[in-house]
Structure formats: C-alpha cells, structure tokens
C-alpha cells in the first residue's frame, strides 16, 4: 500500500479493535458468479502442497478467503466394495493403501474390528508388537506431517529431509519385521503375521533410545523459532465446541483441549498396561496443532521404552483363528482405534458369509475435512496452505 | 450407559409419539442398535444430543447400508385332512421382505466418554422413497459422511445444507455402493481395447467404414 495513493481508502473501522481489517462486499451477483473485486480461484488438483490430489474451490476477496469449498474423489476407486466382494482376509492389503503413511494402524483398526465380530482373542505377545508398531508408526506420521508443514510454510527442504532421515530409520524396521517400507499388510486376525526376526528388538531399542535425541534437536530448530510463531500462531483456530460437534478427532481435536484420546477411552489392546500423557492445546490454532503433534511423538517414545522393555515371550496369533474358510457369525460390529490422525474406524456388517456384507471405513481425513471453510475464512491465501497442512490428510484415505 | 431398553423407555417419554424398535446383534460384539422411525429421528437425535444422561455429543461414523429385496422360507408344521385322515405335514412358507436402504450412525460421549449408542434410519423403499431427514443438524460430523452416503447409495438428506455428490464426478447417474449395481463396460477408455474388453467396448464404437 501506498500512503496517500487513492486506491487505498480505509474501509470503516479499518482502525478499531473490535471490528476486521476487512469487510466482505455484499453477496455475489446472481447467477452466482463472484462479484466486484471477488476472485473465484482453484487450488489443486497438482498443486504440491494440497499433499495429493485434492482442489479447493476458493473465492477471495484481496487476499482473505470468503468461501472455500474442499472438492476430492480423484483417487476414489470404491475401496468398500472392492472389499465387499473379497473375502475378509483379502481385504487386509487394501486397507494399508488407506493411509499409506500408516499401514500398520489401518491394519489393526481393521483386524481389531474383525476381532470384535468373530469374538477372537489376542495373545499377549502379539499385543505388544502391535502397540510397538502402531506408536513407531505414529512416530514417523507426525515426523512427516511436521516437516510437510514447514515445507508448506516455506522451509524448503531442510527440515522435510531432516524429518525423513529418522522416519527411514523406522521404515527399515518395518521392512526387516513386515518386508515392505508403507505396505505392510502385517496383522491378522487374532495375532500378527510373524514374529520380530532376530536382532529387530535391539535394533528398535536403540532407534528408541536415540529419538529423543534427534527431538531436542528438532524442537530447538523450531519450536521458538520466529518464522514458524508468526504464521502459525492465531491462524486457523478451531474452537472445542465445533470441534467436537463436527466429530474432529485427533490431534487436532486435542489442541484445540478436548481431552479425548481412544487409548484412554476405549483402552483398546493392552494400553492400560502403559504410564503415558495426553498431551493438550491451549489455543485450537496451527501452532498448537504443531505442538501436540511433537509433545506426542514423546509420549509415544514413553510408551515405546516400556513395551520393548516388558515384551513378553509367547504366540503371536490365536490358535483359534481361522485363516481360510472364515465366516463369522451374522450381525455387525464397529471397532475402532487412536489413529495417527484420528479416530480411524471400521463398521463390519457379517451375514455369515466369507466376504463381509457391508465394510466401512470411518476416515479420520475426511471428516476432520469438514470444518476446513470454517478454519479457513478471513484468512490469508498463503494460511490456507499451512491450515490444510495442519489438518493433516491423506487423499487415499480420504477419496478410498 | 444404561441398557439400551432404558433408552428406548427415555427417549420414548422425552419425544412423544416417537417410535424406536431394537435391532439385536448377533456376533459377540452385541452392539446392538436402534431403529428410529424417520419422522422423529431428528428430534430424538437432538434430545440424545443434549440431554445430561447421555450427551452423545459426538457423532462418529455414518454408514449406508443397502438390504435387497429378500426372500426368507419357514418351515412350519400344520394339520390337514388328506385323504380323510387328519395329518401333520410340514409346509414352506415364504416370506418377501421388500428392501431398504439404512443410514447407520455411531454415537459416542466426548463428554461423559461413553457409547456407542447405534442409531439407524430406514428408506420406505429402494427405488422411489430414498429419503431420510438430515441428522447434520444436529451434529456438523455427519455432513460429508450424509453426502457420501447421498453420492454412493442414493439416499436423499432432507434438511442437508449442501447435498451433492462427494467422490464421484457430478454428472454420473447411478450409485455404485448398492448391491445390485453393475458398472458400466464403457467407463474407462481403454487406448488399445482387447479380450473381452475389446467385446464389451464393440458396441461404443461406430462401424469401421471400408474404404
């Protein structure tokens, strides 16, 4: 802006606290398109930081956003019939490719729903392994999602790269325990596909014992760090209220300090067994989603160091279950676990047949989506890169 | 939580002229759920929503569920007079159950940390009454999860403030998640068709003019 140009007339009460810098120009015309000085832009499908193919339909007017509606289904290939007409264990594949940053949790939603529609049990062993892999999964999703966001935010590079080096480390793991780095296809009904091989438990005990270190490192580059306070602080809050009405789950529904996290809830596996916090925001906004997101990753070392530590010996798979020619019973069930990014959940409808009657996945992506207009209005342009990136989706789980 | 027969009682004297019907579940799960009748559905949602005992604040999964016209037989035993002497002798009856679509919905406690209190909804039929009220109302989480369910089986959410499709592409005609759908042979171009797609797409293309 120019000081005395004529263009830059303040609006009224441009000055005063208890009113926007802004204001919004009445309504668009009426066939709908946008009108005076309102720009109707789209972002995405290629664009790099919608983190896959996803669009937003943006109606600007300057730089503020005054409507933003989210469209997807470009990688939509019906996930839930094609496992509608597989049978139950073939399904298991599928559902790593959900969310591809973490196979391993998708993979235990969907066993622990199964386990819960045919009554099985799980040895205590293969419980252990299960936790161990789902919180080093948890570990590396939120490594990414802090890099890509400083990415977004404009730290080319750097930080993203120092991010992956460590989440490499955890996918080798995965590849010596699983073979595959993303598509694990690792757990069964009942237990877990193989034990750990030989050396894995050292292996993981040292990358546990190591993490920290690489924290303290991650944290001091960037948790005070000036660039990354000024465009995340205040941008993008969500209040507890809508949070929880809009079903927000997830970190980001605990930085915005609802303290609701299915390990604690539901205390689905053996988490009871493990001493660990919740970590909460304060705020509801970026900044604090970022935060919640490294204050996890040591909650989840905590309860890493305690289960390798107290890993016990025994079978890693029920004996009663069943791989080929498995029918449960007729009737339904939902079963649902803490997710990296939410509530990740899997509603099974049996009807006694090997394939299941009605498979659903209940996306923690898709629906933590719906309030992305409300965080977005009468922001900037550039926040709603780093708000998306915040939200954290993954458009395989997303458009399945 | 109180047993689901408690519910039933509460949200009875709560909505007037309301009427919910338990379904029971079968697997070892037993989560069972309930069936709300269309014209109270909302009304009861919102009383579960804020009334103290429950507050299921938090709406989970929304999930369509297609159930096809179905047949069941029953064997039932009967006396008859054949030849004149009286005998008993087993009959089959058939029994044709219409089919439906159902909108089933998950709801949990943020709250009081408590649930899930199964709610479904049922369309009078599957072809000309596809309608259901809108939950979104009462809880904003249902809103993508209704209009997928819009765009995959073809329920229409009365009261839904943005109902269009979600995933597929806005001008496709049918939807895909019902039972008895069969997709297209021509929906994906194929550059150089063979085998039997080539026998599928034969009749997309015009006759080949000889020159």
């Not at chain 1, 005076?36 to 109606?59: A, C, K, N, Y």
């Not at chain 1, 906004?285 to 160091?305: A, G, P």
Request: glycine share 8%; proline share 7%.
């Amino acid at each position: 802006m120019i000081p005395g140009s004529k263009e830059t007339v303040a609006p009224a009460g441009a000055g005063r606290a208890d009113t926007p810098a802004f204001v919004l120009r009445p309504g668009s015309s009426a066939d709908g398109s946008p009108a005076g000085d309102q720009l109707e832009i789209s972002m995405g499908p290629q664009h790099p930081s919608t983190h896959g193919v996803f669009r937003m339909d943006v109606l600007l007017e300057g730089e503020r956003v005054v409507r933003l509606k989210p469209v997807f289904g470009y990688l939509h290939r019906n996930h839930e019939k094609i496992a509608e007409t597989a049978s139950y264990l073939a399904a298991m594949p599928y559902t790593d490719r959900l969310d591809y940053f973490c196979s391993l949790t998708n993979n235990w939603a969907y066993a622990l729903a199964v386990e819960k529609l045919a009554g099985l049990e799980v040895p205590l062993r293969a419980e252990f392994i299960r936790i161990i892999t789902a919180e080093l999964t948890r570990l590396q999703n939120h490594l990414c999602l802090a890099g890509f966001l400083l990415q977004d935010m404009g730290a080319s590079g750097t930080p993203l790269m120092y991010a992956f080096r460590e989440r490499e480390k955890i996918l080798d793991l995965f590849e010596s325990l699983t073979g595959a780095r993303m598509m694990c296809n690792y757990m069964r009904f009942g237990g877990c596909r193989c034990d750990l091989p030989a050396g894995w438990l050292e292996q993981a005990k040292t990358l546990v014992d190591n993490f920290p270190r690489f924290l303290d490192e991650f944290e001091a580059l960037l948790n005070e760090n000036e660039i990354l306070m000024s465009r995340t602080q205040g941008v993008g809050v969500l209040s507890p209220q809508l949070a929880v009405n809009a079903g927000i789950t997830g970190p980001m529904l605990r930085a915005s300090g609802v303290n609701y996290d299915l390990r604690k809830v539901d205390r689905y596996g053996i988490y009871d067994r493990f001493t660990f916090r919740i970590p909460l925001g304060a705020h509801g906004d970026v900044y604090d989603r970022y935060l919640v997101r490294v204050l996890e990753m040591r909650e989840s070392i905590k309860i890493l160091q305690q289960a390798l530590r107290e890993l016990p010996p025994g079978p890693i798979v029920d004996p009663k279950a069943k791989l080929r020619g498995f029918r449960p019973k007729a009737g339904e069930a939902y079963g649902r676990i803490e997710g990296p990014k939410g509530e990740l959940g899997f509603y099974l409808i049996s009807d006694g047949s090997p394939n299941p009657y009605r498979y659903r996945v209940r996306p923690p992506s898709l629906v933590n989506l719906t309030v992305l207009e409300d965080l977005c209005l009468g922001q900037h342009v550039a926040d709603v890169v780093i708000i998306l990136g915040s939200v954290d989706i993954v458009l395989g789980e997303v458009d399945r | 939580m109180e047993p689901l027969t408690t519910t039933k009682a509460l949200v009875q004297a709560a909505v007037p002229g309301s009427c919910l019907e338990i379904i029971p579940n079968g697997s070892p799960s037993a989560q069972e759920s309930v069936l709300v009748d269309r014209e109270h559905a909302v009304a009861v949602a919102c009383f579960l929503r804020d009334d103290p005992r429950f507050r299921m604040d938090y709406a989970s999964n929304v999930s369509g569920v297609d159930w096809l016209d179905s047949v069941t037989q029953e064997s039932v035993r009967t006396k008859r007079m054949i030849d004149g002497v009286e005998r008993e002798i087993e009959e089959i009856i058939e029994r044709k159950r219409p089919g439906y679509l159902e909108a089933v919905y998950h709801l949990y406690s943020m709250e009081l940390k408590h649930g899930p209190l199964v709610l479904r909804l049922r369309t009078e039929d599957r072809a000309e009454h596809c309608r259901l009220p809108s939950l979104t109302p009462a809880w904003r989480s249902a809103e993508f999860q209704e209009r997928e369910i819009f765009d995959l089986y073809g329920i229409v959410f009365d009261g839904h403030p943005d109902l269009r499709r979600i995933l597929m592409w806005d001008e496709f005609k049918d939807h895909p998640m019902r039972k008895d759908y069969i997709e297209p042979d021509d929906y994906e171009y194929e550059p150089t068709p063979h085998d039997e797609v080539l026998h599928r797409a034969k009749v997309h293309y015009p006759a080949r003019k000889r020159t």
